[in-house]
């Protein structure tokens, strides 16, 4: 990635994944990444999967941006966590209802 745009690539996101370097310098994060596929589909094993990422994974980035006076952190995650129903359009204020591993662990980030 060009490097004049501030753009860096760490690797895996993880509790102990290593910010610093990647966030010297930088005003703005923007957050989309995300663990979506578990391999094992029993619910408690996924459950735990996701959340390794998309929970744990997520505030440890928050908490080094923070520390590293980074601005703003710009966190993109998903419509799942308002549930399967698509019967009428989500709101902002539509109440949250993850029904799937991966929409709790993206709706526990938060």
Known sequence: ????????????I????GWVDALLG???VVHCAAKAHVLEKTAASSLGEFRKVN???TLNLAEQAAK???RRFVF?????VNGNNNTVPFLEGSPAAPQEAYAVS?????
């Open 55 to 57: 929970t744990a994974g």
């Open 68 to 70: 590293a006076g980074v």
């Open 1 to 12: 990635m060009p490097s004049h745009y501030g753009q860096k690539v760490v690797g895996n």
């Open 76 to 80: 993109i995650s998903s419509i799942g």
């Open 26 to 28: 930088i005003n703005v």
């Open 106 to 110: 993206k709706h526990e980030e938060r």
């Open 14 to 17: 993880t509790v102990k994944t």
